[in-house]
């Protein structure tokens, strides 16, 4: 079988199926989209695929997440019920969040636009993957190195917190600091860091501010976590989020002459003492022989 085409069968098929449940004739659907009602037959008869543009527009109307769409038709190609079990894990609960007061304190976001962030972090980052897997790729994670992915992810959600503040933040330029300019003096620049599994986050030089940190693994098709670094998956989990106030002098620097790679670590006690925001402990990357997550506040 053909996996990227029966990928695409499976979506537009899903569509249709969609677009009937909802009582949905070609004309109407034609008014919600945008798309002629001739092209929307030609994409349910097969004879032609939807542009990456036009599927959105489809899975607006329908009021479904394309990403959502695209997990179903890709657990159709490949004959299993993943689809079932990843998108139970993507519900992030809110029963994994804490501190509140915390996060509010420090940068006036409330919890729903925090889970909001990352929703909309793996919708985006579904979505791409969905795409490579119909084109025969390799999924994002297995594309690039894993420090532009950290560095990916944390462009998505600073993106998704700018959306959800309601204007209290506006995104700075790319590579710049910090990520995120408040639009109130009551609350100050915030900086965004993003680490892999146990890694401490880190950056090229040691700026004090107001950081929010996340750190994520990288699951199976089910959203189940194998521990270890050879047995990575590839869909991206955030299992821990941080808040806090980070001084100059709560860095560790590494400045090796002639080392291109000059880094500042803020300190482990300090990381440990940031007010833990949201922590997911089914995905505790730390071994059975590790110490006791030393995080936990």
Request: with cysteine.
């Given at each position: 079988m053909n996996y990227p085409n029966a990928i695409l069968k499976a979506l537009l098929e899903i569509l249709r199926s969609e677009r009937e449940r909802k009582g949905l004739n070609y004309e109407d659907f034609s008014a919600a989209t945008g798309l002629h009602r001739t092209t929307l037959g030609l994409y349910e008869r097969g004879e032609r695929g939807p542009t990456v543009e036009a599927a959105l527009n489809m899975a607006r109307a329908l009021g479904i997440p394309l990403s959502e769409l695209l997990r179903k038709a890709e657990s159709q190609a490949s004959g299993n019920t993943i689809s079932e079990q990843f998108a139970k894990r993507r519900e992030i609960p809110t029963s994994n969040f804490r501190n509140a007061e915390k996060l509010r304190s420090f940068t006036g976001f409330a919890v729903d636009a925090l889970r909001s962030?990352?929703?909309?972090?793996?919708?985006?980052?579904?979505?791409i993957d969905a795409q490579l897997a119909i084109h025969g790729a390799e999924p994002l994670s297995k594309l690039v190195e894993l420090a532009n992915l950290s560095s990916m992810i944390g462009n998505l959600?600073?993106?998704?917190?700018a959306d959800s503040s309601n204007g209290l933040y506006v995104r700075n330029r790319s590579h710049a600091y910090p990520d995120l300019i408040p639009q109130s003096a009551e609350y100050s620049d915030l900086e965004i860091k993003v680490a892999l599994e146990k890694n401490k986050p880190k950056g090229h030089l040691p700026k004090p501010g107001t950081y929010i940190t996340f750190r994520y693994v990288l699951c199976d098709?089910?959203?189940?976590?194998?521990?270890?670094?050879n047995s990575r998956g590839h869909r991206v989990f955030i299992w821990e989020v941080k808040v806090g106030k980070v001084?100059?002098?709560?860095f560790d620097i590494s400045n090796t002459a002639g080392d291109s790679g000059k880094t500042a670590i803020i300190k482990t006690s300090i990381?440990?003492?940031?007010p833990l925001i949201y922590f997911d402990k089914d995905l505790l990357p730390y071994s059975s022989k590790s110490d006791q997550y030393p995080c936990f506040n």
């Open positions: 962030a990352i929703s909309d972090c793996y919708q985006t980052i579904d979505t959600l600073g993106a998704g917190l098709n089910k959203g189940v976590l194998t521990k270890g670094k001084t100059k002098e709560d990381f440990n003492a940031m």
